[in-house]
């Protein structure tokens, strides 16, 4: 690693620790803003009961000295704080324990709609206006433009309700095959997405001048396509991937509402609506983190597929 490359990562790296800091600080204040609070429920406690609640939880603290303190736990002691809303339970714990599932959900939809979206890319930019490229450009089309909750729920309907062939529930009593309508629902917009890509860049790459060299000389076909067309059409596709994946498993809010997966995703509503700051602040966190360390690690990755690429 040559000091250039070495002085790049020092740098995104300080940009990914500030963009964290900003995303603490906004979320902290916005959160405190807006009105109400975790302690607010139908039956309403007495003032008695709010002001020991607050000050157990040192939320009768000044603003900005509850926000010194809680940044000063998250970079010490990576500590998130208790739960409001379920007592006896740390953050750290309920994030832990939703990053489980979120995690196992979000790698394989990942994986398969890389897998998925590379092959009918390839083969829709391989066999160009034919019958199969225009057939992948329409079914595509139609999963990039309809939105998760809707395919979510046309799934839930057919393979759950009409047909009984899947669970309906992706909670961990269901097994394994109560997984299958989630990944399937996570992986069909990016598995287009990435086919569009894919398709898109490897049009370019195999009307570049190489490419024609290459085919003049009588470089095989399969090397031709395997060895320079497709490696080098995967530079956008490493771009989307990396943000893809920490979207799939910290983002998938609406998925696990409506399949019941007891992922991070599931915590994080539950979290807005009871009002709960930590359990709110603990979630954003990890969120950023995981946007900000996969744009890292893609952009690390553009000098291993393409050692052309410039580190500045």
Known sequence: MNSKTLLYILKRIGLAILTVWVVITVTFFISRAIPGGPFMSEKAPSQAVMDALEAKYGLDKPLMEQYGTYLKDV???????????????????????????????????????????????????????KIVDKVIMVITTAFVSMPSFIMGSLLLVLFAVKLAVLPANGAASSGAAGLVLPIVTLALYPAAYITRLTRSSMLDVLGQDYIRTAKAKGVPAGRIIFGHALKNSLIPVITYFGPMLAYIVTGSLVVEQIFAVPGIGRAFVQSIINRDYPLVMGTTIVLAVLIVAMNLISDILYKVVDPRITLE
């Open 75 to 129: 970079v010490t002691k990576f500590d998130f704080g208790p739960c409001l809303k379920q007592r006896g339970r740390q953050v750290i714990d309920v994030i832990s324990d939703g990053l489980r599932t979120s995690v196992k959900l979000g790698v394989v939809a990942a994986v398969c709609a890389l897998i998925v979206g590379i092959v009918l890319g390839a083969v829709a930019a391989l066999r160009r206006n």
